[in-house]
């Protein structure tokens, strides 16, 4: 985990992200013991609250159970439960903002997935053409300004 905290959220949360990540990234397994509150306070030179609190969000979360006497564990399906959340707060916040870039920008399925760094083909094509409406027919459209109205 990364030693460097932030002023724009608690320790806690940023603490509990870190733990998601981890189990996004599959460093930390279903079954994984979570490092001690104390190992993590000491290491991270933070209060032993902090670390309770974030490690706390994540039972309440149904991420993590405590095992009495032997810590904290990554419960069974924390990783899909975590993927099926992102996803969907992906595809509400994130993706309709990089959607209307691309339509912007008029950029073509093929040039996302290439990577393309040289001339695009839409700096290529006839200037009359407009770009394309949907690049993936299963991503939810963003309608232009000229549409809302």
Do not use: C
Not at 8 to 30: C, F, H, N, T, W
Not at 42 to 55: C, D, M, Q, S
Not at 70 to 88: D, P, T, V, W, Y
Not at 123 to 142: E, F, Q
Request: glycine share 8%.
């Amino acid at each position: 985990m990364d030693r460097e905290w932030n002023d724009s959220q608690p320790i806690y949360r940023q603490l509990r992200d870190r733990v998601v990540a981890m189990i996004l990234d599959g460093v930390l397994k279903e079954g994984d013991s979570l490092p001690s509150v104390r190992s993590v306070a000491a290491e991270y030179r933070v209060n032993p609250l902090t670390v309770l609190k974030g490690y706390q969000q994540l039972v309440d979360e149904g991420l993590v159970e405590t095992r009495r006497g032997l810590g904290m564990f990554i419960n069974a399906g924390a990783r899909s439960l975590l993927l099926k959340g992102e996803r969907r707060k992906f595809l509400g916040e994130e993706w309709p903002r990089v959607y209307a870039t691309i339509q912007r920008l008029g950029l073509k399925a093929e040039e996302l997935l290439n990577g393309a760094t040289s001339q695009s083909s839409s700096d290529r094509a006839k200037p009359d053409a407009a770009p394309s409406k949907s690049i993936d027919p299963n991503l939810p459209r963003v309608k232009s300004p000229e549409e809302e109205h």
